[in-house]
């Protein structure tokens, strides 16, 4: 997942196994749908939808600005033919003015298409940002844990401002720059048709060679794009996970595999700079073969009369004037391609299917939610044709009841827990809430009458009462207060430099681990909800601070039903009843005192639990 996914990368690096993350399935490591530059690009057009009659805008006063420049050497024509030639010098200036309102007016249309693209742009990245982000948010818990988060990061972030590029620049200038070496051509053969077609031989070389170069930019830069999200990866791992890598010192084993990347990516942009620098040879040496021929044409002209001094003159200030707009044809090309790339890789995540949904139309549950819980047949498997983790669940949870679960590691105790609010959905069977198939709730409803809270606190980079509240507007300081004091959290929270208000930083790694688990439990009762699945979230706690938690907890947990996963005994002996999970089955339910009895797996599980707990 996004969150907490780097620690768990560089725990599993530091037992030796980074070929595991290095090689999981991650778009960079995989084969893309390949598609063409034109269609990918233009399936951005719901984003630029909005905001098109200011793109028109921007290209119109770029046109302009252009053709004003465009129009200055034709004016020089008539000065050097005309005045010069006739040296009237009375006629001078008002050719001059006229040079200078071109160039006024020129410099005021490319600011008009600033200030007309600007806005916009930074429109478009914003909302392909807020959709991405929103789309994320939809996404099945499966997802993230397929996706490395640096390269959803660079998605989100570099790859967008590259879209606000092509917006701002590109697209603007692919248009005008083509437009304008067209009408530059035309002129050229209005001035002379040798010195056009001199142009012209030099030109239509330099835009097939353009086209041959982007075809293989397009490559070097889509791999520098996944490799930059890799090495993003690595960074983010090694922030969130520099405890564990201090603790173990292995923080050269990172640098490594962080300097590998490096040095891969560099690679890659060093090949990007080489197809750029033999673009640039050629869009250089063929402009000024063609500048060059145009003088040595046009000075024999001169000589036998068949050109005047300033139609050589103008073709060479048009030509001069045309090496921008045709120098940049092969860089505005491989930036569309860099767009393009950036394109496909954020629709690779915008077209990952969002299977958690709310039903059109859903159930609702009774006014008063008894918080009846039960799994039917429940069946599980990762991905159709995978192994099933849970296979035909049937447990009767009562309302009011508290019922633990139990099982050895990889019995899918945590995956039974992630079928009740959600987060994942069963693949054959159902779970319900008062006889109402949680596929049918609207999920707000669902997740406002089941509080959660995991093995792994998640807290955020903000305030205490942020992290509780998590943005609900119904949830004010006296809500916050209560679940502090059922958590036996509201004592280290008044000792916190500013009390509520502190901001506890990135994955609260300021506090202890017991301090995160509470804070966490704190957030999972914060709602009052009528369901209330715990994944074993008291394992940070020490003895004392677990009494103490586990006797508030038995005071929500009455009139509350609970399904709470546990490893340690003393958990255990908190709920009503015990289910054992064995192999995805429930092989045992029965209060704790009946299986330690009558069943003896369960009694060498309980055994196990004592064991790791005093090694703990």
């Not at 993230?144 to 917006?167: E, I, K, P, Y």
Request: with cysteine; net charge negative; hydrophobic share 50%.
């Amino acid at each position: 997942m996004l969150v907490g996914g780097g620690v768990r990368t560089v725990e599993a690096d530091l037992r030796g196994t980074t070929e595991v993350t290095e090689h999981a399935e991650s778009p960079s490591n995989t084969d893309a749908r390949r598609v063409s530059t034109a269609a990918t690009v233009r399936r951005l057009w719901p984003y630029f939808r909005p905001v098109r009659f200011q793109m028109i805008a921007s290209m119109t006063a770029a046109l302009l600005a252009m053709l004003c420049g465009l129009g200055i050497p034709l004016i020089t024509q008539r000065i050097v033919d005309g005045p010069i030639a006739a040296r009237d010098l009375d006629a001078l200036p008002p050719m001059v003015a006229l040079v200078l309102v071109l160039g006024l007016a020129e410099a005021g249309f490319f600011f008009a298409r600033r200030r007309f693209i600007a806005r916009p742009a930074s429109d478009v990245e914003a909302r392909m940002r807020a959709d991405m982000y929103r789309h994320l948010q939809g996404l099945p818990v499966s997802f993230h844990d397929r996706w490395q988060s640096g390269q959803l990061l660079s998605r989100a972030t570099t790859d967008l401002n590259t879209v606000r590029r092509f917006v701002a620049f590109v697209i603007t200038f692919l248009v005008v720059n083509t437009l304008v070496v067209l009408i530059g051509l035309g002129v050229l053969f209005w001035l002379s048709p040798v010195l056009g077609t001199i142009v012209l031989a030099c030109t239509l070389p330099l835009v097939a060679l353009s086209y041959l170069f982007e075809s293989k930019f397009k490559v070097v830069a889509r791999r520098a794009q996944d490799q930059s999200g890799d090495l993003t990866t690595v960074v983010e791992e090694s922030v969130l996970g520099i405890r564990v890598l201090k603790a173990f010192g292995r923080g050269p084993h990172l640098t490594r595999r962080f300097l590998r990347q490096a040095r891969d990516l560099r690679e890659t942009e060093l090949a990007k700079v080489r197809i750029f620098a033999l673009l640039w040879a050629v869009l250089i040496v063929l402009p000024e073969l063609a500048i060059a021929g145009q003088l040595a044409f046009g000075a024999v002209g001169i000589a036998d009369g068949t050109v005047t001094a300033g139609t050589l003159v103008a073709a060479v200030a048009v030509s001069a004037y045309l090496r921008w707009p045709i120098d940049s044809i092969g860089w505005l090309l491989a930036e569309t391609n860099q767009t393009a790339s950036a394109s496909e890789r954020y629709f690779e995540v915008m077209d990952a299917e969002v299977t958690i949904t709310s039903p059109q139309a859903p159930a609702s549950l009774p006014e008063q939610v008894r918080g009846h819980v039960r799994f039917e047949d429940v069946h599980f498997a990762h991905a159709e044709g995978s192994r099933e983790v849970l296979r035909g669940i049937d447990l009767d949870i009562r309302p009011g009841e508290t019922v633990a679960l139990v099982g050895a590691t990889g019995s899918g105790k945590t995956t039974v827990t992630a079928l009740v609010p959600r987060l994942t959905d069963v693949t054959s069977g159902r779970v319900t809430v008062d006889g109402v198939d949680v596929r049918d709730l609207d999920l707000a409803e669902l997740r406002r009458v089941v509080g959660m809270a995991f093995e792994e606190p998640i807290l955020f980079s903000a305030s205490v009462t942020e992290n509780i509240a998590l943005g609900s507007a119904d949830v004010g300081e006296e809500r916050v207060r209560e679940a502090l004091r059922v958590a036996r959290a509201e004592e280290f929270v008044d000792a916190l430099p500013w009390g509520l208000d502190t901001r506890i930083g990135e994955q609260g790694l300021s506090l202890s681990g017991g301090q995160r688990q509470r804070l966490a439990l704190a957030r999972a009762v914060v709602g009052h909800p009528a369901v209330l699945v715990l994944d074993d979230p008291l394992s940070a706690l020490d003895v004392h601070t677990e009494a103490e938690v586990e006797a508030a907890l038995r005071r929500v947990l009455h009139g509350v039903t609970a399904l709470v996963v546990a490893h340690r005994p003393s958990t255990v002996q908190l709920a009503d009843r015990v289910a054992m999970l064995v192999d995805g089955r429930i092989a045992a339910v029965g209060t704790h005192r009946e299986l330690l009895a009558d069943n003896e797996e369960y009694r060498h599980l309980l055994s196990t639990m004592e064991d790791e707990e005093v090694a703990a």
